[in-house]
């Protein structure tokens, strides 16, 4: 298709929808799709029917609409209204009651001005309540594939990379390296075959942020990723999903193919001589996968190992040809920055993070769920404002940003703003969004122990400190909750933690002691507690009082 | 090629484009633990034990993959390198079951070695006494898992060495295991050529010749010196 025909389209579409008086938004994102949304979509079409109100009531499939822990949603539109925990057995009299009988349902009824929504800000996230997921045409009705025909058609290649640059944009995968660089990197190096990857292993316990729009909006990470192909000057990219997103294989396939077939995708893309095309690679669901470099071992069909780096794989990747890789949401961003420039989008954020950042939302608060917010929200507001509060009306006590590779923030850093340097500064990082939200009633060390163990479980064991030092340490601290451990256990923790921080290969040996070291920054006294009083401050765990000099291990 | 000039310690080197700095280590005869490095093969930078400081980089750098640039100050011995070694090597000896009084390579071994290089006294971390297997299937040699540090030599010097690509990895973390073939018994590999380089450039006493007893098989590696010379020489090209 060339620009014609897409503006044809959004035309048509936008004046089929201007049609409908009433937009009925079923959510298909992972979480709801799996409670029976799936469904919906039929039984809603009978009712409007049955009151002959289909010309006037349009029923949609969409993407993710973020409270996925209230799910499955349904959203009405203009009116704004999200009906929360819908069933197969209550659509159809939700639909009846609020287009009928004109006494709508008023429990878990949500509010699109509900601070849950108000406080966030849509890039990444943009229209997955408005875009059917399956279909390219829907993606195209909200200004889908512009941003590629501008690329393709009034920027040059380094036109694309300084927009890029100049938005500030940092990677979402992690460790928020400069987009921009990486593509000017990848751009120069001199080899005729280079190969954009997608990172969409996501293997962050409680982590769905790249899964959700893998889902919800494909084609979103598919036009990124032929601006970033056609900036650097590659002809083939290939997406990594882990296997168990099936929902996600299954979307980006079909997008895959339907964008082949409009010719967006394959050669001569929008009638240019630029050709692209995209593969889907499953990965078996190793952490360590995620990892760039074990990445595409794994992508080339070898164990996926990390390796020492440099080369980087900008200048030696897949096959050893330079070789963008950056994650899904880095992709899911680009769209934006062509079509609004580089400048709006540096204006959001702060001064050195740019942007909008999506979190996972999860843990002891009310509102648990996918959410985008500015970079530079404080931990307050995510909490007490996005969040809905603490469950119960308990008591704040931390939060883990980043996953197993992240630290817990305690409460006195509540007015500590989300960014890069701020998280870091306090002993955490932003890594891919995972804020995981405790309360008064759990304990700092058997936190620090489940992430162990699941770093434990997930090294590759190639080297050493990370193999056998993160099953050390993890020993280490299940004794401490069990009381069994002395002071000089503690000591070996400490003096293996910054072993393993410094010593290890890769990322997730580099990483694996942070929970450790920032709970026992914040939180020391609780592992005091356990080691001299026996005694689990939290009451979490089953400190048992025996006395050690007499036990032998 | 040009000559690159750089100092170790303190002390005045040169060496050319390309080299490592475990390379110029090694030519000046400065004292560096290493364990997965084994000239002639690709290295791969897993023990970790040849980290060093290099002035200007903030993290920790492999001696053995990482190349020399004019002016680098490397220092390769100090007071926490030290106590990160040897922690390293507590480690390797917690996690095997490493009893080396009836062990065949006892005095010859490099695991051994490295623990009086790196001043180990005792280990302070509890052993993980994993229970591993013994393969006896191969008509002239033995692999005892327990002994092994995983640093994957036999691995690379049947694959480009002797080309026969008999042993691979399996499982992760702390399961990891070198095993033979689809994971069978050594005996059982069609393609092991019996021509025991594997068992040469093991480090420890993981794999040794079957008529060997306690403290009694002493490594010979100079098979990979004439390889390499040959290789030089361009008496053959792989
Ligand atoms: C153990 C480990 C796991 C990782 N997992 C992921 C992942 O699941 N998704 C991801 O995008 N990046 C992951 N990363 C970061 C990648 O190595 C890499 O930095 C990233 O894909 C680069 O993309 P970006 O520049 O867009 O962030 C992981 C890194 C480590 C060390
Ligand atoms: S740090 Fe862990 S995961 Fe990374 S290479 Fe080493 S053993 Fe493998
Ligand atoms: S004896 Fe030779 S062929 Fe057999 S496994 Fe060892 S190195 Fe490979
Ligand atoms: S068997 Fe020997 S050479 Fe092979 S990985 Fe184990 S210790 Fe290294
Ligand atoms: S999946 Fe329905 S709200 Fe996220
Ligand atoms: S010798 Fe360099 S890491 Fe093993």
């Known amino acids: ?553 | 090629m040009s000559v690159l000039t750089l100092t170790i310690n303190d002390i005045q080197c040169t060496g050319r484009e390309g080299q490592t700095i475990l390379d110029i280590i090694k030519e000046n005869k400065i004292s560096l633990p290493v364990l997965c490095d084994l000239k002639g093969l690709t290295p791969v930078a897993a023990c970790r034990l040849c980290l060093v400081e290099v002035k200007g980089i903030p993290k920790l750098v492999p001696a053995c993959t990482t190349k020399i640039q004019e002016g680098m100050v490397v220092y390769t011995d100090s007071e926490k390198l030290r106590n990160y070694r040897r922690m390293i090597v507590e480690l390797l000896f917690a996690e095997g079951n490493h009893i080396c009084a009836s062990c065949v390579v006892n005095g010859y071994c490099e695991l051994q070695n490295l623990g009086y290089m790196v001043g180990m006294e005792s280990v302070r971390f509890d052993y993980l006494w994993q229970l591993f297997q013994i393969d006896a299937s191969h008509p002239r040699y033995v692999m005892d898992q327990s002994k092994c540090v995983k640093c994957t030599r036999c691995i690379r010097v049947c694959d480009e060495v002797e080309g026969a690509h008999v042993w691979d990895l399996k499982g992760r973390g702390i399961n990891v295991r070198v095993i033979s073939g689809l994971d069978e018994p050594w005996g059982q590999v069609k393609e092991c050529t019996q021509c025991g380089k594997c068992v040469q450039v093991c480090p420890v006493g993981a794999l040794f010749e079957k008529t060997a007893t306690t403290s009694e098989m002493i490594k010979d590696r100079s098979f990979l010196e004439r390889i390499l010379e040959g290789r030089e020489a361009k008496i053959w090209v792989r």
């Open chain 1, 1 to 553: 298709m060339n620009v014609e025909e897409l503006k044809d389209i959004y035309q048509k579409q936008n004046d089929v929808l201007s049609k409908y008086k009433h937009r009925i938004l079923i959510c298909g994102g992972a979480s709801c799709h799996s409670l029976g949304s799936v469904s919906f979509k039929k039984i809603v079409e009978d009712v409007l029917a049955k009151y002959d109100l289909k010309d006037s009531v349009a029923v949609v499939n969409v993407g993710c609409l973020g409270l996925c822990g209230k799910g499955p949603l349904v959203k009405i539109e203009p009116e704004g209204i999200i009906y929360t925990n819908v069933s197969v057995e209550n659509v159809a009299d939700i639909v009846e009651r609020h287009f009928v009988k004109r006494t709508p349902r008023e429990d878990g009824v949500m509010r699109a001005d509900d601070p849950f929504y108000r406080k966030q800000f849509y890039i990444v996230l943009k229209d997955f309540s408005n875009v059917d997921p399956a279909d390219l045409n829907s993606y195209i009705a909200f200004g889908g594939y512009t941003a590629l025909a501008k690329s393709l058609l009034e920027m040059s290649r380094q036109d694309v990379i300084e927009e890029v640059k100049k938005s500030g944009l940092r990677g979402r995968g992690g460790a928020g390296f400069p987009t921009g660089i990486k593509w000017e990197t990848v751009s120069k190096q001199p080899s005729e075959t280079k190969f954009v990857v997608c990172n969409g292993d996501e293997g962050d316990p409680g982590a769905f942020m790249d899964r959700s729009v893998m889902e919800s909006m494909p084609h979103r990470l598919l036009e990124g990723m032929t601006i970033a192909a056609y900036a650097v000057g590659a002809s083939q990219g290939f997406i990594y999903v882990r296997a168990e997103y099936p929902l996600a294989i299954e979307r980006l396939s079909k997008a895959i193919r339907d964008a082949r077939r409009a010719g967006l995708l394959g050669t001569n893309i929008m009638g240019t001589n630029f050709s692209f095309d995209i593969s889907i690679r499953v990965g078996a669901g190793a952490f360590v996968c995620g990892e760039e470099t074990a990445l595409l071992a794994s992508i080339e069909g070898k164990r996926g190992m990390p390796r020492q780096r440099p080369p980087f794989p900008a200048e030696k990747g897949l096959w050893g040809y330079p070789t963008l890789i950056n994650n899904v949401e880095t992709y899911a961003n680009i769209y934006a920055i062509i079509n609004n420039g580089g400048d709006w989008f540096a204006s959001i954020g702060t001064q050195k993070s740019k942007g909008t950042k999506v979190f996972a939302l999860a843990g002891k608060i009310n509102n648990t769920g996918l959410v985008e917010v500015p970079m530079g929200v404080t931990i307050r507001e995510m909490i007490y404002e996005i969040g809905g509060g603490i469950q119960g009306g308990k008591k704040f006590k931390a939060v883990q940003t980043g996953g197993p590779s992240g630290g817990c923030i305690p409460e006195k850093f509540i007015d500590l703003p989300v960014d890069y340097e701020s998280l870091r500064e306090v002993g955490s990082i932003m890594g891919s969004g995972g804020f995981i939200v405790m309360d008064e009633n759990t304990c700092m060390v058997d936190v620090a122990k489940f992430f162990m163990e699941f770093c434990a479980d997930e090294s590759c064991g190639k080297c050493i400190p990370c193999r056998v030092g993160t099953v050390i340490m993890k020993d280490i601290l299940q004794k401490i909750t069990d009381g069994r451990a002395t002071m000089r256990d503690y000591q070996n923790l400490k003096d293996l933690a910054y072993m393993v921080r410094e010593m290890s290969l890769c990322g997730l040996g580099q990483t694996a002691p942070n929970p450790v070291l920032s709970s026992i920054m914040y939180f020391e006294e609780e592992y005091l507690a356990h080691i001299n009083e026996r005694r689990c401050i939290a009451n979490v765990c089953e400190v048992k009082q025996f006395d050690v000099v007499n036990t032998y291990l």
